[in-house]
């Protein structure tokens, strides 16, 4: 047990020792260096955690959204889809059908490829499963727990591949600077000291 202790401090005690101990060839510059990547890391591991308390809304939003939805089944009343608005860019397949309500009522309207895929291909009186709101109108059917998982890990790692991209482009601006510093620095340290240097040979 204290061996992991001991190993557990270690990283730390060389952090602190890096930008905290004494040291004669450690610049200014090198300090803020390292401060600045320690700010980064917990900037990081901030995203991070606030990612994972996303991803845990996200997924219960999914959840929540679809459960308003309604299995139910719709009878194509033609063969279809159909092309409607050719001569539109936005056309798209439509089919009309009739759909029973929760009450028992039934509502006719039409039916797209994207709230009822089966619809392509149905034959008239057949069966299609369809999926509705609390106002009875079709919607598209709800993801599966593995599509719902995926989505909400593909809204997280797109979120912290966009930090860390943020935090590295920072850590490159501020490293950036800081050389153009210590260039600076060591034209001024080398204009007093070359000559003298160069004298001597």
Partial sequence: MSGEIRR?????????????????????????????????????????????????????????????????VAVPSKPGPVVVNASEPTAYLQAQATWRLADGSERSGLLALWTAPAIYGARTGSAVPIWLDQSGNPQSPPPGQDDRILNTLTVVTVILAVVAVLLLYCYRLCRLALDRHRLARWELAWAATGPRWTSRQ
Wanted: glycine fraction near 10%; avoid cysteine; hydrophobic fraction near 50%.
């Fill in 8 to 72: 557990t401090g270690r990283p730390l005690r060389r952090m602190a020792r890096l930008l905290l101990g004494k040291n004669e060839l450690r610049r200014l510059s090198d300090r803020i260096e390292g401060a600045i990547l320690v700010a980064l890391s917990v900037a990081f591991l901030t995203a991070a955690v606030v990612a994972a308390f996303l991803a845990g809304h996200i997924y219960q939003w999914q959840r929540a959204a679809d459960g308003g939805l309604r299995p139910t």
